[in-house]
């Protein structure tokens, strides 16, 4: 019915279209600062958001698995109990997370799904 080179183009063809209906039906939202998100965490509450911030120095709990990221600002608590993480989740370092924003007991706070790390820098200094 069809010669192997017109499958092979309506092939692709409709792979095209579906990666391209893919990205533009689940465009990714455009990662939030800290700040960005508590000037109204109200209208961000129970979306899926991607947020950055510094982790708080001294702020990590690995027993209620919980640290707090900040801004210029604002700072905000952050749960990771269901989080993947990048490995080397620590003080003063530029973490990426994926969540939920909701509020707890009057706090806000970020469930998050994916916590992604930078990496240490060489020209960091070393601590002794």
């Keep these: 019915m ?3 080179r017109t499958r092979l183009l309506v092939i692709g063809a409709v ?37 950055r911030g510094e982790v708080l120095d ?3 709990n690995n027993n209620t698995s919980t640290f707090i ?6 700072q905000l608590l952050i ?8 490995g080397g989740l620590d003080d003063n370092r530029t973490i990426y997370a994926e ?11 970020f469930e998050a799904e994916v916590i992604k790390t930078s990496c240490p820098s060489k020209y960091e200094e070393e601590s002794e």
Aim: glycine letters at 8%; aromatic letters at 4%; a negative charge.
């Design 2 to 4: 069809f010669t192997h």
């Design 69 to 74: 990221i900040h801004g210029e600002d604002n």
């Design 99 to 109: 969540g939920i924003l909701v509020e707890k007991n009057g706090e806000w706070v």
């Design 15 to 51: 792979l095209t279209i579906a990666l391209a209906a893919t990205l533009l039906l689940e465009a990714p939202e455009a990662t939030k600062s800290i700040d960005e998100v508590m000037e109204d965490p109200e209208s961000l509450e129970g979306r899926e958001i991607a947020i």
């Design 58 to 60: 001294g702020s990590i």
């Design 79 to 86: 749960d990771f109990s269901n989080a993947q993480t990048s």
